[in-house]
């Protein structure tokens, strides 16, 4: 199986002056449920290179396990180092897509021609893809052959509105994902704050935060061993 992992370019949160970009352990803790699974991983990113880390997902409070042994694994950082440009994958060549998080993506991924198309022809050739966290929202301009919302009518999740008051940013972000996901027509639901929650809609598997990162991976395999 050969899966490919889409990290954000986007650095800047907001206009705050301070930097934003993937969450490490939405990275770290699917990569090695992948690896562990045998899965040949490509790492893409919309400016391909280097992605930029969140440096808040590193302090040691949100360190794990998992982003310990990312870090110290110089395969994984080199692979991270030399991420392919977006435009230039092709959804023929994945059996499935995975998107981690982090406030990044709300910006470029979100926006990003390239990662719309990505989910759209990956959905439409039947092939899940996973989404985590903030990941979710990336979804918001994805659509059905139809012309309707990718997630119209789908069951659903994401950061939650009350997780992102938690770290003071709803004034910040360009959208609250579950607003946003509720707004197009999602059928949202969600765990409790900064606990693992996890959905799965036919191809669509989307998980809540950071602590649903492994879990939503594993859904991925499972879907993909069935």
Same mark, same amino acid.
């Not at 360009?174 to 607003?179: E, M, R, T």
């Not at 059928?187 to 704050?193: A, I, L, V």
């Not at 859904?219 to 993909?224: Q, T, Y």
């Given at each position: 199986m050969k899966?490919?992992?889409?990290l954000t370019s986007h650095d800047e949160l907001g206009d705050t002056g301070k930097k934003t970009g993937f969450w490490l352990e939405e990275l770290a803790a699917?990569?090695?449920?992948?690896?562990?699974?045998?899965?040949e991983i490509t790492l893409a990113s919309p400016k391909g290179g280097q992605p930029p880390l969140d440096?808040?997902?590193?302090? @040691?409070?949100?360190q794990t396990d998992d982003t310990r042994?990312? $870090? +110290?694994? %110089?395969?994984?950082?080199?692979?991270?180092?030399?991420?392919?440009?977006?435009?230039?994958?092709?959804?023929?060549?994945?059996?499935?897509?995975?998107? @981690?998080?982090?406030h990044g993506p709300?910006?470029?991924?979100? $926006? +990003?021609? %390239?990662?719309?198309?990505l989910i759209e022809t990956t959905i439409r050739a039947g092939k899940p893809v996973g989404l985590v966290c903030h990941a979710p929202g990336v979804l918001r301009h994805a659509t059905n052959e139809d012309g309707t919302p990718l997630v119209q009518a789908k069951l659903v999740t994401g950061f939650t509105n009350t997780e992102e008051a938690g770290v003071d940013l709803v004034d910040v972000v360009?959208?609250?994902?579950?607003?946003e996901l509720t707004r197009l027509g999602g059928?949202?639901?969600?765990?409790?704050?900064w606990s693992s929650y996890v959905v799965e809609d036919g191809l669509l598997i989307t998980g809540q935060n950071p602590q649903s990162s492994a879990e939503t991976a594993q859904?991925?395999?499972?879907?993909?061993a069935a």
């Open positions: 899966v490919l992992i889409v699917p990569y090695y449920r992948f690896q562990e699974a045998g899965y440096p808040a997902s590193n302090v @040691p409070d949100f042994r990312f $870090e +110290d694994d %110089a395969e994984a950082m080199a692979a991270l180092a030399e991420t392919r440009r977006l435009d230039t994958v092709h959804e023929a060549d994945y059996d499935t897509v995975f998107y @981690p998080g982090g709300l910006w470029d991924l979100a $926006e +990003d021609p %390239a990662s719309i198309r360009p959208f609250l994902v579950q607003d059928r949202y639901s969600k765990g409790e704050d859904a991925l395999i499972a879907k993909l």
